[in-house]
Structure formats: C-alpha cells, structure tokens
C-alpha cells in the first residue's frame, strides 16, 4: 500500500508552514516504511493532483482554524476529513486548494479511501521561519500520530 504524506504550509509564515516542520520531523525520526511517501506541497498547486491519485492512502498535514488553543490538533479521519473541507472553507487558506484537488481525485475515480488530516490550530501567521512555542510544541504529539496511522493502515491492508 502507498501511503501519501502531504504536509502544507509556507515556512516563511511562522505557524503556517507547521505541515512541512511536521513533515521534516517525520523524515529526521525513525525510518518509515519503503511505501510511505513524504511530500512538500508547500502552498499547494494542481500539481499534486497526480501524488494524491497515484495513492492508496492520504495523509495531510496543515495549519487551520479547529477554533482551539495554539497548538492544539486534531485528527479527521475519513469522511470526517472531507465533512471539514467542505464546511470549514476558511478554516485554512489552502483548503480551497485542497477541496480541488479532493474534486479531481473523485472526478478522476480515485479519492483515496484511506485518508486523514491532521489540522494544527495556528498562533501567529506573519513572517517568521518558525513556529511559535505552542505551535512547535505540539510536532511530536502529530508526528507520533502520523506514525501510528501509517502502522495501523499497513496492518489493515
């Protein structure tokens, strides 16, 4: 199974570019799997259009407004991912983008069956080439959750 780890985020935006520090994170930690895939989709494009279709599995990682404490994340797995595309539009200035990039994959035949993101609640989104204290803080927890998605995934499959 080929599982897509799409992390998103602009590093030159302090808490927005958490999707790549947490996909840096990832690829520095223990050695993952040969059929996990990390990606950079850095402010997203319609070129990921071919990664997430290519894929079994999905795995986003982004800054967004979960209406929460800085640093704090939460997890939507399945449908729960594409309920909080489709209803929380302004939640992430990507989300857009990636509710597109969800129509063609489904256009396409192919919107991964397994899927999750992984929406991290921003502090400060200006210039700044890290993320505050709150936001950096959590890395590891969704890292850690990241991790223990691809094995339960490759367990199931």
Known sequence: ??????????????????????????????????????LDG???????????????????VD????KSAPGTWQQFEGEQMDTFLLHNRQSSVHEVGLTDLRAIAILAGHWPERRAMLAIQPQFMDWGEIPTPAVAASIPAVVQAIRALIEDWLHEA
């Open 1 to 38: 199974m080929k599982i897509l780890v799409l992390g998103i985020g602009n590093t030159l935006l302090s808490d927005e570019g958490v999707g790549i520090h947490v996909l840096n994170a990832l690829g520095a930690g223990a050695p993952l799997p040969p059929d996990v895939e990390l």
């Open 42 to 60: 850095g402010t997203l494009s319609f070129t990921l259009a071919g990664p997430i279709q290519d894929a079994d599995a999905l795995i986003v």
């Open 63 to 66: 800054a967004a407004q979960i």
